[in-house]
Structures are given as structure tokens and as C-alpha cells.
């Protein structure tokens, strides 16, 4: 065992085996979820059948939210695999790859072979950690990104003068410049913050002048100012002008209608990287035996969580994944307290009711889920649910076994094996626990979330996949989605036509003069025409349960069905509109 630790090429070798075999079979079997999953997957798709890789678009119209590097990814796996969930989810697994094979350096580097061994698996046993690898969103590749930065600026700043300090403000600034690229300039906020704090914690604000970081710097702007140059050079300012203003409103305000508390991410982070958070809040102080570097390397972590998680928490959009790259620093700090001083680990009183608050909460909601085939009809009947939609998605014909709740009974078997690790000190329960938690995670993916899809989205993705190969129109009322532009393979002429561009123009025109945004309602325009305008092929309306009534009352439409919360209805063109 002791010549394999000290094998590190053969370490990152099995490491990226491992990896490979954890998150990348099944990643397919489930459609893409709306909004953001299918999001990013539509501009990829969008990319591949319109041969225009140069900037992002969605619905066929210039999309200003996010940069091209990960839709970039996603257009070259859809090329290799085709226009598909696999495809779409495939980059985020090559990211796992990458980002243990960075965990087990950097912790190799911090302490040993070994720590960086049990940070990998602290992190890989946490539940959204483990969740997003498995996802098409962007987040993934952007944290990586922003973590190699601050790992690399830190290196240059502990030791300016050193042999490698510009070799690390270039990867650093690489690496910046690279996360801007995957999703915006939010990512040189939460960096400078990070390394800002950092100086100023450690008294050392002058090394803002150094060489290396001047050389990062300039890095930074010149590798994520690429992009937005060109751009700017093939005359599309208005992309980035709007995409700026999209910035500025996502933290400004309750942008797509996701609200929260301020302690939104705090309890995301609680209950998400379960048990991790807990081992993380009762290692927090424990650092006193490090090592002067070790020390430099846990404050730069410990400013980097802090600044995301209140950076976060303070803006007004909340967003599961906003506060992922917390991820990192927390599955960190958590490992130094089970390599370091896990003789000496405790939970006081109050961690050890939070900690099974959350064990109980988990183990509750999955075994629930588990016993959804016994409990459906009685949540049901009893009428405590009072949204129509909700109701309707409930009754979806889902095949569940019966034993889907052993799942929940292995997550309660592994908190209770790591719990009675951390109070007896036994190495080894502790990885049994956490195994445990591997193999509930794994399961929960691949036999709860496509069952939960079946519930939520599946008539719509259904309705969709069946229009994907016909002359068509298909647009949804009064709820965002992305999944019918993805579902239906819409093509570039699906929406341009000259009667079309003329109807929507006046709307928008009108909205324009009414004080609304012109961009912004383009989708709305868009529907309006196909409700009201002159159309040369059929238009299919999609719209949930409680919006029926807004669109059965217009003229020339009719309803076809309805299906677990979703109505469907066509609009067929008449002789006078052709």
C-alpha cells in the first residue's frame, strides 16, 4: 500500500479509472431537465445544426447569458455522439475526471498522497458534488476553473520570487480568463474578492503590485476578453452590452423567479454536501499543528468559501448551484480535520442534533420517495395538496417496484456508520460509512431522479419528442422552457418567415411603447403570432392545467388532450392564412 502512495502517476491513473466508471455510464438514461440542463443543451444543439460554433444562440436569435466554452463542449460531444442526453451530460463527466485528478494534487501537494486520496472521496461521497458531475449545467467546468486560479495565484503570492511564480500567474490568470469564458465575469468577482481578502487577512496588500500578479492580470484580461473582441470586432456589441446587463440584473434582482432567504446557500450547503458540511463546520478550528504553508493554503480556502457563500447570499437570484464552488474550500476544511486530527474528533452537542436533523430529514424525504407506489393514492385523497398542477403531476403512471426505499435505508445505515466512526476514531468505519453514501448517491441517480422526471416534465418531453420529425410550430403559454426548441429539433426556418417577422415586430414594437423589454418578450411575440397571426403549418400550444382557459378561449384552436399537469392544443393553418 505504501509503494502505491508513493506512485502518484499511477494514482491519478486510478483515479481517473474510477472516475470514469462512476459518472459516466448511465448519465443518459434520463431526459435533460428544464430549464437549465436543456438551456445550455439547445445552444449546443443549436450550434451543431446551424454549423455556427462562433457565438451562442437559442431559439435561432442571438442568447447573451453565457459565453461559448461549455456550449463549445457540449456542440463537440453532440458531434461525436449526437444531439442527445448523453451527450449533453458527457463534458461534466470528462470535468469529474479532471477535477479529482486537481483534488488529489493540490491535496497532495498541501499534506500527502494520502489526503488527497480521502478529499477525493469526501467529495465524490457528498450529494450535490456527486449530482453535478452527472448534470449538463454549466457550473462544473466554472468552479474547476476558478479553484485552479485561486490555487495557482496562491502559489505566486507565497513565494513571488520563486523559480515557478510565472509559470502560476499565467496558469492562474489561464484559468480565470477560462472560467470567464464558461459563464461570465462573475467569475474575476468571486477570484479577486478571494485573493483581496486573503491580502488583506495576511497584511501583505503590496504583492498587488508584484510582477506575478501584474502577469496574472493581464492574463486574465487577455485570455477572457477574446471572445467579447471578437464579438466586438464582427460587429455584435449589442450581444455584449446585453450580456453586461444581464450580469447586473441576475444579482440585482430575483431574476427567472428564484428567491430565497438569506440563509438559502447556508442550508443548501447543510443539507447538500451532507455529512461533509458537518465534518467541515467541527474541523473549522482545527489548523494549529499546520505547517506555515499549510496554514496560507486553508486561509485562502476558508476566504474563497466565505466570499462565495455571502457574495450569494446576498445577491437577490438564489440558485441551488450558485454556491457550488463552495464545494471545494468545504470538502477541504473537512478532510484536514479526518487526516489531521481525526484521534481527536468531536462534535459538540448542538452539531450532533444538526447532524441527525439532517440524517433523519434525508432519510425521511428519500424512504418517502421510495414509497411513493404505497403512499401516491393517499397523498392524493387527502386533499393537502392544493395546486392543480402538482396534483395532476402526482397521478403519472410511474412504475415503481416497491423496494425503491431501501435506498433511503442505506443513506440512514451510512450516517450511522459515520457517525459512530467520528465518536470512536475507526478509520476504517468511517470509510465504510462514506461508501455507503457513494453507493446511495449512485442509486438515488440512476433509479429515483428519472422516476421524479416521469412526474414533473415527462408528458411535455413526450409531447415534444413526438413533433421532433414534423412540419411544425410548437411553443409553450405562460411557462419558460427550453425543452420543446430541444425536444422537437427545431430547425433555423421552424420560425422565420416574412409574415411571422412582421407580426412579431409590431407586438414587440408595441411592447417597446408600453415600456417593456423588446428583448425579453420575444418568446411572448413569438407565441401571440401563433395564436392570433397567419401561420402555413401547424402550431402546437403547450400549457399547464391552471392556463387552460387562457388558451381553449381562442379562436381556431382546439384542445387535443391532457397529461399529468400539461395541456396540449393545436392550431391548424386555414386556407386564407397560406
Known amino acids: 500500500m505504501t509503494g502505491i502512495l508513493n506512485n502518484n502517476k499511477l494514482l491519478m491513473f486510478l483515479i481517473a479509472v474510477i472516475a470514469a466508471i462512476i459518472f459516466i455510464p448511465f448519465i443518459g438514461n434520463c431526459p435533460l431537465f428544464d430549464w437549465d440542463e436543456v438551456n445550455f443543451a439547445e445552444c449546443a444543439r443549436e450550434m451543431v445544426v446551424s454549423d455556427d460554433y462562433s457565438h451562442v444562440q437559442l431559439n435561432f436569435r442571438p442568447f447573451w447569458e453565457k459565453p461559448p466554452f461549455f456550449i463549445w463542449l457540449q456542440a463537440l460531444s453532440m458531434n461525436i455522439f449526437g444531439v442527445n442526453e448523453f451527450a449533453a451530460r458527457f463534458p461534466n ?27 477525493c472521496f469526501v467529495y465524490i461521497t457528498s ?26 495565484c496562491i502559489q505566486f503570492l507565497n513565494n513571488p ?46 504583492l498587488l503590485i508584484s510582477r506575478p500578479f501584474l502577469i496574472f492580470v493581464f492574463t486574465t484580461v487577455f485570455v477572457s476578453g477574446s471572445w467579447f473582441l471578437v464579438e466586438w470586432i464582427k460587429g455584435n456589441k449589442t450581444i455584449i452590452y446585453e450580456f453586461i446587463e444581464y450580469q447586473i440584473r441576475l444579482f440585482e434582482t430575483e431574476d427567472s423567479g428564484h428567491s430565497g432567504p438569506f440563509i438559502y446557500h447556508s442550508l443548501v450547503l447543510l443539507i447538500g454536501c451532507f455529512p461533509s458540511s458537518l465534518i467541515f463546520i467541527a474541523s473549522y478550528l482545527k489548523y494549529k499543528d499546520l505547517t506555515p504553508y499549510q496554514k496560507q493554503i486553508r486561509k485562502v480556502f476558508i476566504c474563497l468559501f466565505w466570499v462565495v457563500l455571502l457574495i450569494f447570499s446576498i445577491a437577490k437570484t438564489k440558485i441551488v448551484h450558485y454556491s457550488s464552488l463552495c464545494y471545494f474550500p468545504l470538502t477541504f476544511v473537512a478532510t484536514i480535520g479526518l487526516v489531521q486530527y481525526f484521534q481527536n474528533f468531536r462534535f459538540t452537542t448542538a452539531l450532533k442534533i444538526i447532524y441527525w436533523a439532517c440524517a433523519i430529514v434525508l432519510t425521511m424525504a428519500f ?39 431501501i435506498i433511503g435505508i442505506i443513506f440512514l445505515t451510512g450516517s450511522v456508520l459515520i457517525y459512530k466512526a467520528l465518536q470512536s476514531h475507526k478509520i476504517r468505519l468511517l470509510y465504510y460509512g462514506l461508501a455507503m453514501n457513494l453507493i446511495f448517491i449512485m442509486l438515488s441517480i440512476l433509479v429515483l431522479v428519472p422516476k421524479i422526471e416521469q412526474y414533473t416534465q415527462h408528458a411535455a418531453i413526450e409531447f415534444y419528442r413526438a413533433r421532433a420529425n414534423e412540419n411544425c410550430y410548437v411553443e409553450t403559454h405562460n411557462f419558460k422552457s427550453y425543452a420543446y426548441l430541444f425536444y422537437s429539433n427545431r430547425k433555423p426556418g421552424d420560425y422565420v418567415n416574412a409574415e411571422q417577422i ?57 384542445k387535443l388532450y391532457q397529461k399529468n399537469g400539461f395541456s396540449f392544443f393545436l392550431r391548424s393553418p386555414l386556407p386564407t392564412d397560406k
Open 367 to 405: 424512504t418517502a420517495m421510495g414509497l411513493m407506489k404505497f403512499i401516491k393514492d393517499p397523498i392524493l385523497n387527502s386533499g393537502l395538496i392544493k395546486d392543480a398542477f402538482a396534483v395532476q403531476n402526482l397521478q403519472a403512471d410511474v412504475h415503481w417496484t416497491g423496494f425503491e426505499f
Open 93 to 119: 463527466a470528462v470535468c469529474s475526471i479532471v477535477s479529482l485528478i486537481a483534488i488529489f494534487h493540490v491535496g497532495r501537494r498541501f499534506d500527502s498522497a494520502k489526503f488527497g486520496l480521502v478529499w
Open 161 to 206: 520570487n520563486g523559480k515557478k511564480e510565472i509559470m502560476n500567474a499565467l496558469l492562474s490568470g489561464l484559468f480565470l480568463g477560462a472560467a470567464v469564458l464558461t459563464k461570465g465575469p462573475a467569475a474575476i468577482l468571486l477570484v479577486g474578492l478571494t485573493i483581496l481578502v486573503f491580502l488583506i487577512w495576511t497584511k501583505q496588500l503590496k
Open 127 to 152: 450529494l450535490l458534488p456527486h449530482f453535478y458531475f452527472k448534470s449538463g449545467i454549466i457550473d462544473p467546468w466554472f468552479n474547476l476553473f476558478m479553484f485552479l486560479s485561486v490555487y495557482n
Open 502 to 558: 412582421k407580426y412579431i415586430e409590431a407586438q414587440l414594437d408595441q411592447m417597446v411603447r408600453e415600456g417593456r423589454s423588446r428583448t425579453l418578450s420575444f418568446a411572448t411575440a413569438n407565441l401571440m403570432w401563433m395564436e392570433n397571426g397567419k401561420i402555413d403549418r401547424p402550431a402546437y400550444i403547450v400549457c399547464r392545467v391552471e392556463d387552460e382557459s387562457e388558451v381553449a378561449g381562442l379562436t381556431q384552436i382546439h
